[in-house]
Structures are given as C-alpha cells and as structure tokens.
C-alpha cells in the first residue's frame, strides 16, 4: 500500500520506498474492505471467483442429471438446459479461471515474488477489484430477471444470441454483454498493475531471468490478455448495438415467425472472427500461468532445479504470440476458404512444439528427482498428465478434416474439458495447498488433500474419458435430450448416467475441500514461513502471513536465480534468492 | 482482421526488441552474484505511470485497430452506403489539433519551468477538447436531422459507434487534464507537474492520431489505400 497516486512522480522505483513511507490504512473498512493492499485483493478476487465459480459447478451437475437422467428431472427444460451451459461456459472461462488467475494469484504473487512492497498503482488495483465484483453481480442478476440468463451458448453467436427462439432474449444477453464489458475494464486496471509492477518494481538484483516461472507466466499472460480482450469488448460492444439500437453489424436479414425482421445484410460470421480473436488467446491466457505455477510446484517438490529454464521463458513467450495467430481454427465449420484452413490448421499445430518443449521440460525436472508426494505435487504431476491428455486430443481438432466431423458432438466438449477446465484447475488447487501456509499461516491437513486429490484426479478421468468415447459415436453437444436414434447404442445411456453419477462424486470431493480451507484456517498445523523450504522470494518475508508492505524495514536484495535446489554443497538442500554468495570456505567444499 | 494483425505485429516487434536487451539469452543458474553485475537488467527507471500509460496506449490501441478491422470487414457487404460526412468535423478536427498543439506548448512550458505558460495551455487545451466533444455532438445532431440514424445503415453504426467511443477515450483523458491543472493550481513541486503535463501530451497526441486514423477511414480517403492492401494481401 505505497503511497503513490497514479499521477505522482516516483523517484525511486515502489520496490524502494522505504516502510516509513508507506501509506497505512487507519480504520478497519480501509484495510479489509476498500484495501489497496495486493493481497487482501488476491483474497477478495479469489473468494468472488470460488463463489461465482461453485455456481457454475452447480450448473454442470444440473446439466449432468438431464444428461444422465432424461425424462427424470421434470424442473429442468430444454431451454433452461441451454441457459446452464452458457452461464457454466461463460462464467468457468472467465469470471473463475481468468479472475483467479490474474487477479488472486497475480495479486497475492507477483509483488512477493519480485520483491515489490506492493502493486504500483494500489488504487487502480482496489478499483479493478469492485469493477470485477459489479461485473459478477450483473452477470448473476440474469438468473433473477424475466426470461432468465441467456442461452446463447457460451459463444454467444448471432443471430441466434438476439433471436426469441433463444431463452433470455429479453433482458439475459443484455446483463451478459454488459457483464462482459464491465469485466474487462476492470480487468485493464488489474492488468495495467501487474504488467507495470512486473517491468518497474522488481527489486534490485531482481533480472528478468531470475524471475521464477509463475511470474513469467502470469507477466505474459497479461499482456496477452491486455491485447485480447479488447476484441471480446469490440464483439460485446457492436452486439449490445444489434440487440439494443437494431442495428445490423452481424444480424443478417431474417424472417422471425413469419415477419420480416429490421436487420439486414450484418455477418456472423465477422462477430466469430472478433470472438475467437480473443478466445483462442484467452486459452493460453488461463494456460500460461498455470505453465508457470506448475514449473515452480514440480521445482520445489522434486528438489530439483527447473529443467532448461531459458528454453521455459523462450517457450511461454513463443506461445504467447503464436496464439494470436490461430484463432480461426474455431470456425473450421463456418465455410471458410480451405486456404485459411490450411493455414490456421498449420499455426495450430506449429503451437504443439513450444508447448511439447515445457512438457519434456517438467519430466526431465522430475527425472532422478528428490520426488516428495506432496498434495501441491500430485496436483503438478495430475497436470502434466492431464494437460497431455487434452493436448493430443487437440491435434486431432487442430485439423480440418478430423475437426469437421467431430465439431458438433461431445467429443470436442471432452477436449476441451481435459485441456482447458481439469487441467488448470488442477493446477488451481495444486498451488491453493502451495501457498495456502503463506496466506494463513496454517497447513492444510494433508490427509483430507490426498483424499481431494485422488477422487478429483481419477474421478476427472472416469468423467472425461468415456465422454471422448461418445463423441466418437457422434452424440452431438448442446442437446437436451439425445432421444433415441439408430446410430446411438443403448450402452450410450448407461455411460451418460455413469458420467454424472461421477461429475456428482467429484463436486462433492470439492466440498471436502473448501472444508479443508475453512478448518485448517483455525484448526491447521502452524507452518512456520518457508514450510516447503523453497527459494522463492514470497517465502523469506519476515512475517507469515506477511505484513503490510511486504518486507518490513529492508528490501531483499536477489543473488541468484529462483532454482538453487539441491546446490552440491550446499548447507541445505536449497538457496534463497536473496542469500548471498556462499563463503569461500563453503565454495572450497564444493567438488 | 487485417488491420488488428498488423497492429499485432507492430507490438510483436516493439517488444521483441525490448526482451532483446535484456538478456534472455543469460544462464542464470551461472550468474550468481551481487546486484550491479549484469548492468540493464533491473528494472525500469521509468516513472511508473509512464510505463503505465505506454501499456494502456498498446490496449486502446488494439481496441481502435479492431473497430477497424471491423470496419473494414463490414464495408464489403452489399447494404453499405457510405456516409456523407458533415462540414463540422473538419472544423472538429482542427479543433483538436490545437488542443494538441496547446498541449505541446504546456508540456514545453512545463520543461522550462514556465508556470504562467502551463497553465494558458493546460486550460487552453483543455477548452479546445471540450469544444471538439461538442462539435461532435452537433456532428451527429446534423446527421440525424439529416435522416442518417443509427440504425438506418451498418456506415451510420459504425460513425455513431466509433466516434463515440473516440470520444469516450477523450472524456477519460478531460478527467486527467483537470486533476492535472488542478495540480498545477494547488502548487504542486515541478516534477509531479512536468510528468503530469507531459503524460497528457502524450495521450492527446494519441487521441490526434487515432482520430486521423478513423476520420480517413469515415470520410472514405484511405478507400483507395485499403483497397490496395486488400489486393495485395489476396
């Protein structure tokens, strides 16, 4: 919380304003409720998105006993059906895995891992906070409004977003694209902190490529993010137009119930290119820092250095860019020029190589590794697998003529649920049981992790595998009701219910865990500051949780990279960033 | 999505340049040692909201270069009949090149310590913005009097729309030009003032070109021009 307005000059870097001179918060509202603190955000940031976020678990259970159980849950109709996957698809994509990872873990990390006292622009940051709130609270009011939320389909394509055939025409796509413009205001603010706070406010010492691989990640999937987003804006912006004023950027001419609707000659498929111009970034928005937080939970819990730590930083750039150029690899089906398949269909699978590389990178880390099965670790290595999983199905859709036929069925949802929705939440959890000791101060308990994990690892599998198999058989997505049809097997049915009986045992798994959170809040081991005895700066505060501006009185001072693990020797099996060059009697020790 | 790739490609290699200079390519399980060692690679010394400002220049300007894109994509549909564009906003357009122009002389006042000239011309400035945000509204008033509404023609959107959105960007930077004369006004130290005025600057010259950019693109110039990339890129 320094003291520097956005418009002030600053002399000295943030890093070095000294603790006299920061700006202390007098009442409790100051410092809980409107804080400018970077960590009481991260906290405000990660519990709005849990809560919006089990909301959307909900959904997906509703959605799963449809599926399950045709015929059997009266309550639940076609239309409502498409309201929930929307909501689901909207909020897991952006308002949970966005805002949790940009917004909690780059808040609560980015300034403890580069040694900063806090964001450069605290005010900003509280601001993009209650911009993100509002935006929720706009996007939850659809549930509450005639017509209800949206059914549009997390895509929103017109013209069927702003038809009557589709539920919450009225008022629901409305809030939605509302809802989605608020957010990423709010987002810009975050993001302008996190991107400045990054290239100004490191500490001294504090080079770019001693910076640990989580803040590589989340720095350049911000910058990312800064950059795409817009699009999402510019789509949400001209749609609330067609929707609201009837103009006719993208609704084509239509007949609607036998009238001659107002709209004439707009394009879908141009609100497709500006959709997908930010979705397919936005999945390596949320992949990225995952990458990074994952580089560094398999460092520390194999008590190994990262494996080609420069081909790690050189791989998560490359991605960052290649992604701008394969967004069209969504609208393989929406009758493009095979040219620009062929193109896109190339730049895609061109983005397996960098992505390859961080792979072979975490397993050769692991290799002849000092392996510790910690909760934070079964999660890392459930990652890798899993986002392997995902990424081979992602070269069969990466090109066209594999795509095509399998776009429409459950196959792609499996996909994209194992590579982008187990995959980084895997990687969620995994450094939720990480860092929770910093945060708190408190160890989760251990035996209650290990038994989240393995029912949320295995139970994902039992989920998304056989839904793979379903696809093949070409059970299309979307549906309320597959009904009856000969290209469908009885056995069909059988697995749908066994899939839900699933998702069902895997939510629950979830509420062992945010009982775990709670418990352990009050209940858990005392974990001293460094538990896991990592290098990384957030764990040598002198404080745990720590206190106001970080750092106390002194700034640390960085000598060495985030990866002195298992140094030969070395006093200990690792060595603090900020610990100086070891003593010439030690030096003298090493072989 | 021409335009949005190209802008893309621009940032691409503004900040590959910059990573150039900073050592990616360093060992650094080999570098360990005391700060000072590896001289340019600590952080920035730029002011923070330089840099900050810099960033959100990168994002706006994304956002124009995709109306843009747009724009361009949309231009090609059959129903597009093209705007005529009022007299006013070539007076609007000069407008705003003074308060430009009166910008510049505030930020070259500012450097010389000039306080009397800062604020003539943050004041100054600040007037000839609102008077361009004015015209504009007169602009639109004109064409809907003239029978141009916004949903009559995907042109008259996309004129409504842009300029609006321009505009909005313009109110944003009013908001930051007050605090700053009122900065000024209170007395504050000389530096505060100087980075003040001259982050202004910066985002009214930013504003200058975007609307040059979009006003070629409204009234049809750079027609010609895009129909030339078009042919090039196919």
Redesign the interface.
Known sequence: MVD?P??????V???EVAEVDLYHPRSWWTRYVFSQDAKVIAIQYSLTATAIGLVALVLSWLMRLQLGFPGTFSFIDANQYLQFITMHGMIMVIYLLTALFLGGFGNYLIPLMVGARDM??PYVNMLSYWVYLLAVLVLASAFFVPGGPTGAGWTLYPPQAILSGTPGQDYGIILMLSSLILFIIGF?MG??NY??TV????????????MPLTVWGIFTAT?MA??AF??L??AS??ML?DRV?????FMPSLVEMGQQM?Y????PI?FQ??FW?FGHPEVYIVALPAFGIVSDLISTHARK?IFG??MM??AI?AIG?LS??VWAHHMYVSGMHPKFGFFFATTTLIIAIPTAIKVYNWVLTLWRGDIHLTVPMLFALGFIITFVNGGLTGLFLGNVVVDVPLSDTMFVVAHFHMVMGVAPIMVVLGAIYHWYPKVTGRMLNDALGKFHFWVTFLGAYLIFFPMHYIGLLGVPRRYHDIGEAAFIPSSTHTLNAFITIMALTVGFAQMVFLFNLAWSLFRGRPSGGNPWRATTLEWQTPETPPGHGNWGKELP?????A??YSVPGAAQDFIPQNQ??ATPALQGAAP | ?SA??LF?AV??VI?GWW?SQ????????L?????GD?PG?????????K??LG??L??AG??FA??I??YS??MN????RTLPVPGLLWFNTGVLVLSSVTLQWAYVAARRDDMENIIIGLCAGGASAVTFLIGQLLAWQQLRAAGYF??SN?AN?FFY?ITA?HGLHLMGGLV?LG??TA?VWRGA?M??V???VE?CTIYWHFLLLVWLVLLGLLTGWTDDFVDICRRLLN
């Not at chain 1, 290239?199 to 001693?210: D, E, H, K, P, S």
């Not at chain 1, 001072?557 to 990279?561: G, K, L, S, T």
């Not at chain 2, 900073?22 to 399980?29: D, F, V």
């Not at chain 2, 549909?77 to 597009?80: G, Q, R, T, V």
């Open positions: 520097v956005y418009d002030a000059v600053i002399d870097p943030p890093a450069v622009f810009t993001g302008l991107v400045v290239l100004q406010a490191r500490t001294r010492g504090m080079t770019l490529m001693r910058v800064l950059l817009p699009a804006f510019v912006v001209m137009f004023l009837g103009t006719s950027f107002k004439g000659g707009g394009s141009l290119h500006l111009f250095n730590y420069r930083v050189w750039v860019a701008f150029v001072i960085v000598y060495r990279w990866y002195d100086p060059r | 999505m949005i790739v893309m940032i691409a900040v990573l900073q050592r990616l390519t360093a060992k650094p399980w570098e360990e040692g005391p700060i590896f690679t600590d952080a920035m010394t730029w002011p923070a909201a840099i900050g960033v959100f990168a994002v994304s956002l995709l109306f894109s747009a994509m949309r549909m059959a129903d597009w916004v949903a995907p959107s729309m959105v930051a605090r700053t900065k130290e530096p505060q100087r980075l003040s982050l």
